[in-house]
Protein backbone atom coordinates (compact mmCIF):
# COMPACT_ATOMS: atom_id res chain seq x y z
CA UNK A 1 0.00 0.00 0.00
CA UNK A 2 0.97 3.76 -1.02
CA UNK A 3 2.69 5.20 2.39
CA UNK A 4 2.28 9.39 1.88
CA UNK A 5 1.35 11.70 -0.73
CA UNK A 6 4.45 12.17 -2.40
CA UNK A 7 5.28 8.76 -2.86
CA UNK A 8 1.73 8.23 -4.50
CA UNK A 9 2.68 11.49 -6.75
CA UNK A 10 5.92 9.53 -7.47
CA UNK A 11 4.59 6.66 -8.41
CA UNK A 12 1.22 6.58 -9.78
CA UNK A 13 0.88 5.08 -13.07
CA UNK A 14 -2.11 7.85 -14.12
CA UNK A 15 -0.87 11.12 -13.12
CA UNK A 16 -4.35 12.86 -14.61
CA UNK A 17 -6.42 11.07 -12.50
CA UNK A 18 -4.99 12.67 -9.83
CA UNK A 19 -6.48 15.69 -10.38
CA UNK A 20 -9.91 14.59 -11.10
CA UNK A 21 -12.64 16.17 -8.74
CA UNK A 22 -13.44 12.61 -7.97
CA UNK A 23 -10.48 11.60 -6.53
CA UNK A 24 -9.74 15.15 -4.89
CA UNK A 25 -12.94 14.46 -2.96
CA UNK A 26 -11.56 11.77 -1.79
CA UNK A 27 -8.04 13.15 -1.21
CA UNK A 28 -9.42 16.17 0.94
CA UNK A 29 -11.73 13.52 2.87
CA UNK A 30 -8.52 11.60 3.57
CA UNK A 31 -6.65 14.60 4.56
CA UNK A 32 -9.01 16.27 7.12
CA UNK A 33 -9.46 12.49 8.63
CA UNK A 34 -6.99 10.50 8.85
CA UNK A 35 -9.03 7.56 10.61
CA UNK A 36 -11.12 7.60 8.38
CA UNK A 37 -12.85 3.62 6.50
CA UNK A 38 -9.41 2.03 6.49
CA UNK A 39 -11.78 -0.08 3.33
CA UNK A 40 -12.14 2.67 1.61
CA UNK A 41 -10.35 5.78 0.85
CA UNK A 42 -8.08 8.27 -1.13
CA UNK A 43 -4.98 6.04 -0.09
CA UNK A 44 -6.97 2.31 -0.88
CA UNK A 45 -8.23 3.70 -4.65
CA UNK A 46 -4.96 4.83 -5.44
CA UNK A 47 -3.22 1.50 -4.04
CA UNK A 48 -5.49 -0.60 -5.69
CA UNK A 49 -5.39 0.86 -8.66
CA UNK A 50 -1.98 0.58 -8.64
CA UNK A 51 -1.84 -3.23 -7.68
CA UNK A 52 -4.21 -3.99 -10.53
CA UNK A 53 -2.02 -1.88 -12.68
CA UNK A 54 0.84 -4.28 -12.28
CA UNK A 55 -1.34 -7.21 -12.89
CA UNK A 56 -3.33 -6.03 -16.38
CA UNK A 57 -2.39 -2.56 -17.46
CA UNK A 58 -5.28 -2.50 -19.87
CA UNK A 59 -7.83 -3.44 -17.47
CA UNK A 60 -6.36 -0.95 -15.01
CA UNK A 61 -6.68 1.75 -17.72
CA UNK A 62 -9.87 1.04 -18.25
CA UNK A 63 -11.13 1.99 -14.52
CA UNK A 64 -8.99 5.11 -14.76
CA UNK A 65 -10.60 6.53 -17.84
CA UNK A 66 -14.22 5.78 -16.81
CA UNK A 67 -13.46 7.80 -13.49
CA UNK A 68 -11.88 10.79 -15.40
CA UNK A 69 -14.64 10.55 -18.04
CA UNK A 70 -17.29 10.84 -15.13
CA UNK A 71 -15.48 12.95 -12.50
CA UNK A 72 -18.47 15.34 -11.85
CA UNK A 73 -20.96 12.37 -11.73
CA UNK A 74 -19.85 11.19 -7.76
CA UNK A 75 -22.32 8.35 -7.25
CA UNK A 76 -20.97 7.11 -11.35
CA UNK A 77 -17.49 6.85 -9.83
CA UNK A 78 -18.40 5.14 -6.62
CA UNK A 79 -19.37 2.54 -8.82
CA UNK A 80 -16.30 2.22 -10.54
CA UNK A 81 -14.37 1.93 -6.93
CA UNK A 82 -16.94 -0.17 -6.12
CA UNK A 83 -15.41 -2.40 -9.00
CA UNK A 84 -11.76 -1.65 -8.32
CA UNK A 85 -12.05 -2.72 -4.21
CA UNK A 86 -13.76 -6.42 -5.53
CA UNK A 87 -11.27 -6.46 -8.43
CA UNK A 88 -8.49 -6.04 -5.82
CA UNK A 89 -9.57 -8.41 -3.35
CA UNK A 90 -9.52 -11.39 -5.73
CA UNK A 91 -6.15 -9.98 -7.11
CA UNK A 92 -4.43 -11.03 -3.83
CA UNK A 93 -5.93 -14.95 -4.32
CA UNK A 94 -5.16 -14.63 -7.72
CA UNK A 95 -0.97 -14.03 -6.89
CA UNK A 96 -1.61 -16.43 -3.79
CA UNK A 97 -2.27 -19.15 -6.21
CA UNK A 98 -6.03 -19.50 -5.15
CA UNK A 99 -7.36 -18.40 -7.59
CA UNK A 100 -6.17 -18.64 -11.76
CA UNK A 101 -7.11 -15.39 -13.35
CA UNK A 102 -9.25 -12.29 -13.46
CA UNK A 103 -10.56 -10.93 -16.64
CA UNK A 104 -13.23 -8.19 -17.06
CA UNK A 105 -15.54 -7.52 -20.67
CA UNK A 106 -17.32 -4.24 -20.75
CA UNK A 107 -21.20 -5.38 -21.66
CA UNK A 108 -20.88 -8.79 -20.74
CA UNK A 109 -19.23 -8.82 -17.35
CA UNK A 110 -17.85 -6.47 -14.61
CA UNK A 111 -15.60 -9.33 -13.39
CA UNK A 112 -14.66 -13.06 -14.51
CA UNK A 113 -13.21 -15.05 -12.32
CA UNK A 114 -11.18 -18.47 -13.23
CA UNK A 115 -10.42 -20.87 -10.77
CA UNK A 116 -7.53 -22.77 -10.53
CA UNK A 117 -9.69 -25.96 -12.00
CA UNK A 118 -10.52 -23.88 -14.90
CA UNK A 119 -13.99 -22.79 -14.45
CA UNK A 120 -15.27 -19.49 -14.15
CA UNK A 121 -17.64 -16.94 -11.91
CA UNK A 122 -19.53 -14.15 -13.22
CA UNK A 123 -19.81 -11.04 -11.40
CA UNK A 124 -22.04 -8.00 -11.97
CA UNK A 125 -20.92 -5.20 -8.95
CA UNK A 126 -23.13 -2.03 -8.60
CA UNK A 127 -23.30 0.57 -5.97
CA UNK A 128 -26.14 0.82 -3.55
CA UNK A 129 -26.59 5.19 -2.05
CA UNK A 130 -29.63 6.32 -1.35
CA UNK A 131 -30.04 10.08 -3.01
CA UNK A 132 -29.94 11.84 0.46
CA UNK A 133 -30.44 16.03 0.50
CA UNK A 134 -27.44 17.11 2.33
CA UNK A 135 -28.23 19.98 4.75
CA UNK A 136 -25.26 22.84 4.14
CA UNK A 137 -23.90 23.82 7.46
CA UNK A 138 -23.01 27.87 6.69
CA UNK A 139 -24.47 30.24 4.19
CA UNK A 140 -23.65 34.11 3.14
CA UNK A 141 -25.61 36.31 1.19
CA UNK A 142 -24.37 39.30 -0.60
CA UNK A 143 -25.97 42.58 1.40
CA UNK A 144 -24.57 45.90 1.20
CA UNK A 145 -26.23 47.10 4.38
CA UNK A 146 -27.83 45.90 7.68
CA UNK A 147 -31.28 46.92 8.26
CA UNK A 148 -31.04 50.41 10.62
CA UNK A 149 -31.40 49.27 14.51
CA UNK A 150 -30.90 45.67 13.60
CA UNK A 151 -29.05 43.99 16.59
CA UNK A 152 -28.67 40.04 16.54
CA UNK A 153 -30.13 38.42 19.91
CA UNK A 154 -27.14 37.51 22.15
CA UNK A 155 -28.13 33.47 21.78
CA UNK A 156 -27.46 34.08 18.40
CA UNK A 157 -24.28 36.00 17.68
CA UNK A 158 -22.24 32.57 17.55
CA UNK A 159 -24.13 32.02 14.40
CA UNK A 160 -24.86 34.56 12.62
CA UNK A 161 -22.51 37.91 11.71
CA UNK A 162 -22.43 40.92 9.30
CA UNK A 163 -19.34 41.48 7.31
CA UNK A 164 -19.23 44.98 6.90
CA UNK A 165 -15.86 45.25 4.36
CA UNK A 166 -17.41 42.23 2.11
CA UNK A 167 -20.50 43.31 2.57
CA UNK A 168 -21.97 39.92 3.41
CA UNK A 169 -24.35 38.31 5.88
CA UNK A 170 -23.17 35.20 7.11
CA UNK A 171 -24.77 32.24 9.07
CA UNK A 172 -23.12 29.23 10.72
CA UNK A 173 -24.41 25.94 11.41
CA UNK A 174 -27.69 24.54 10.71
CA UNK A 175 -31.01 26.69 10.97
CA UNK A 176 -33.93 25.81 12.74
CA UNK A 177 -37.46 27.20 11.82
CA UNK A 178 -37.80 28.67 15.23
CA UNK A 179 -34.26 30.53 14.47
CA UNK A 180 -35.45 31.37 10.98
CA UNK A 181 -38.87 33.32 12.08
CA UNK A 182 -37.20 34.97 15.31
CA UNK A 183 -34.52 36.64 12.50
CA UNK A 184 -37.41 37.30 10.20
CA UNK A 185 -38.88 39.51 13.05
CA UNK A 186 -35.97 41.67 13.15
CA UNK A 187 -36.86 43.61 10.15
CA UNK A 188 -38.86 44.26 7.53
CA UNK A 189 -36.19 44.94 5.31
CA UNK A 190 -36.97 42.70 1.64
CA UNK A 191 -33.56 42.25 1.08
CA UNK A 192 -32.27 40.87 4.93
CA UNK A 193 -35.57 38.53 4.91
CA UNK A 194 -34.58 37.51 1.35
CA UNK A 195 -31.25 35.98 2.53
CA UNK A 196 -32.78 34.86 6.08
CA UNK A 197 -35.16 32.83 3.35
CA UNK A 198 -31.85 31.59 1.56
CA UNK A 199 -29.90 30.19 4.60
CA UNK A 200 -33.34 28.45 6.19
CA UNK A 201 -33.76 26.63 2.37
CA UNK A 202 -29.85 26.00 2.23
CA UNK A 203 -29.16 24.83 5.92
CA UNK A 204 -32.67 23.46 7.19
CA UNK A 205 -32.00 19.97 9.17
CA UNK A 206 -33.41 17.94 6.24
CA UNK A 207 -35.48 14.73 6.47
CA UNK A 208 -34.33 11.90 3.99
CA UNK A 209 -37.34 9.38 2.85
CA UNK A 210 -34.92 5.96 2.42
CA UNK A 211 -36.76 3.63 0.70
CA UNK A 212 -34.00 0.94 -0.37
CA UNK A 213 -35.69 -1.60 2.09
CA UNK A 214 -38.57 -1.72 0.37
CA UNK A 215 -39.75 -4.02 -2.95
CA UNK A 216 -41.41 -1.73 -5.28
CA UNK A 217 -39.76 1.93 -5.37
CA UNK A 218 -37.19 2.28 -7.76
CA UNK A 219 -34.43 2.96 -5.51
CA UNK A 220 -34.99 -0.44 -3.44
CA UNK A 221 -32.62 -3.17 -3.45
CA UNK A 222 -34.73 -5.32 -5.41
CA UNK A 223 -35.50 -2.78 -8.22
CA UNK A 224 -31.95 -1.86 -8.96
CA UNK A 225 -31.13 -5.56 -8.64
CA UNK A 226 -34.05 -6.21 -11.74
CA UNK A 227 -33.32 -3.26 -13.78
CA UNK A 228 -29.68 -4.72 -14.18
CA UNK A 229 -31.57 -7.92 -15.62
CA UNK A 230 -34.31 -6.36 -17.05
CA UNK A 231 -33.00 -3.32 -18.92
CA UNK A 232 -29.45 -4.07 -18.78
CA UNK A 233 -29.59 -7.21 -20.06
CA UNK A 234 -27.41 -8.41 -17.56
CA UNK A 235 -27.26 -11.51 -15.32
CA UNK A 236 -29.39 -13.36 -17.92
CA UNK A 237 -26.76 -15.68 -19.24
CA UNK A 238 -27.21 -19.52 -18.31
CA UNK A 239 -23.86 -19.19 -16.38
CA UNK A 240 -22.71 -19.22 -12.59
CA UNK A 241 -23.30 -14.93 -12.03
CA UNK A 242 -23.50 -13.56 -8.77
CA UNK A 243 -24.84 -10.04 -8.15
CA UNK A 244 -22.56 -8.11 -6.36
CA UNK A 245 -23.83 -5.02 -4.24
CA UNK A 246 -22.05 -2.46 -2.51
CA UNK A 247 -24.18 -0.61 0.45
CA UNK A 248 -21.95 2.67 0.54
CA UNK A 249 -23.78 5.10 2.66
CA UNK A 250 -23.87 4.38 6.80
CA UNK A 251 -27.71 4.67 7.01
CA UNK A 252 -28.43 1.30 4.62
CA UNK A 253 -24.85 -0.52 5.99
CA UNK A 254 -25.81 -4.09 7.28
CA UNK A 255 -28.00 -6.78 6.50
CA UNK A 256 -31.57 -4.98 7.14
CA UNK A 257 -31.94 -2.96 3.79
CA UNK A 258 -30.52 -6.00 2.03
CA UNK A 259 -32.77 -8.86 3.30
CA UNK A 260 -35.85 -6.64 3.57
CA UNK A 261 -35.66 -5.48 0.11
CA UNK A 262 -35.04 -9.08 -1.38
CA UNK A 263 -37.76 -10.98 0.75
CA UNK A 264 -41.38 -9.83 1.64
CA UNK A 265 -39.54 -7.71 4.29
CA UNK A 266 -39.28 -7.66 8.20
CA UNK A 267 -42.73 -9.06 10.26
CA UNK A 268 -43.48 -9.17 13.52
CA UNK A 269 -46.16 -11.02 15.60
CA UNK A 270 -47.87 -8.99 18.34
CA UNK A 271 -49.93 -10.39 20.78
CA UNK A 272 -52.55 -8.44 21.26
CA UNK A 273 -53.75 -9.31 24.63
CA UNK A 274 -50.17 -7.99 26.05
CA UNK A 275 -49.14 -6.28 23.50
CA UNK A 276 -45.76 -7.85 23.03
CA UNK A 277 -44.04 -8.84 20.20
CA UNK A 278 -44.13 -12.67 20.16
CA UNK A 279 -41.99 -13.29 16.87
CA UNK A 280 -40.26 -11.41 14.20
CA UNK A 281 -38.16 -12.15 11.18
CA UNK A 282 -37.54 -11.64 7.47
CA UNK A 283 -40.42 -12.85 5.05
CA UNK A 284 -38.70 -15.42 2.33
CA UNK A 285 -42.45 -16.69 1.37
CA UNK A 286 -41.90 -14.99 -1.74
CA UNK A 287 -38.86 -13.36 -2.41
CA UNK A 288 -37.11 -11.99 -5.50
CA UNK A 289 -36.07 -15.97 -5.98
CA UNK A 290 -39.39 -16.35 -6.85
CA UNK A 291 -39.02 -13.97 -10.34
CA UNK A 292 -38.63 -16.31 -13.10
CA UNK A 293 -35.78 -13.38 -14.74
CA UNK A 294 -33.16 -14.26 -11.72
CA UNK A 295 -33.34 -17.88 -12.51
CA UNK A 296 -29.88 -17.91 -13.88
CA UNK A 297 -28.29 -15.95 -10.96
CA UNK A 298 -26.91 -18.18 -8.57
CA UNK A 299 -26.38 -16.11 -5.65
CA UNK A 300 -26.37 -12.67 -4.05
CA UNK A 301 -23.07 -10.51 -2.25
CA UNK A 302 -22.98 -7.85 -0.41
CA UNK A 303 -20.68 -5.71 1.51
CA UNK A 304 -20.81 -2.39 3.25
CA UNK A 305 -18.76 0.37 2.73
CA UNK A 306 -15.98 -1.32 1.12
CA UNK A 307 -15.33 -3.91 3.43
CA UNK A 308 -15.73 -6.80 1.02
CA UNK A 309 -13.86 -9.05 3.49
CA UNK A 310 -16.75 -9.39 5.27
CA UNK A 311 -19.20 -9.88 2.14
CA UNK A 312 -22.15 -11.84 2.98
CA UNK A 313 -24.26 -14.34 0.45
CA UNK A 314 -27.61 -15.14 -0.18
CA UNK A 315 -27.82 -18.16 -2.56
CA UNK A 316 -30.52 -18.83 -4.98
CA UNK A 317 -32.57 -21.76 -4.27
CA UNK A 318 -34.40 -21.66 -7.57
CA UNK A 319 -30.71 -21.56 -9.60
CA UNK A 320 -30.86 -23.25 -12.67
CA UNK A 321 -27.46 -23.84 -13.08
CA UNK A 322 -24.90 -26.76 -11.58
CA UNK A 323 -23.79 -26.35 -7.82
CA UNK A 324 -20.14 -24.52 -7.94
CA UNK A 325 -17.80 -23.12 -4.95
CA UNK A 326 -18.78 -20.32 -3.33
CA UNK A 327 -17.01 -17.19 -3.76
Known amino acids: MIENEKEINHSFFDKDLLSTEYVQKHKRAYDEHKNTNPYRNYKV ?21 RIKSQQKEFKDCEAVFAEIIVYAYYLRLVHEGILKSLDIKKDDYDLRIELVDGSFRYLEIFSIKPDLKPSETGASEKLEDLPVGLEFPNHLESKIRYDNE ?9 MMEEEKDE ?24 VNDIKTHLQKPLSSVRQKLLNKIQNQKQLSQPRENFAVMAMNDYSIAGDFHVLSSLSSGYKVKIDMKTNRI ?22 IIYFSMGDYGRRKFIFNPNFRGEAGRNL
Open 166 to 174: KKLLIWEGL
Open 183 to 206: LLGLSEDEQYKKAIETFFQRCEPK
Open 278 to 299: VAGGFDWSKSIFDEEIVENIKG
Open 45 to 65: LLGSLNSIYEYNKAHANSFTK
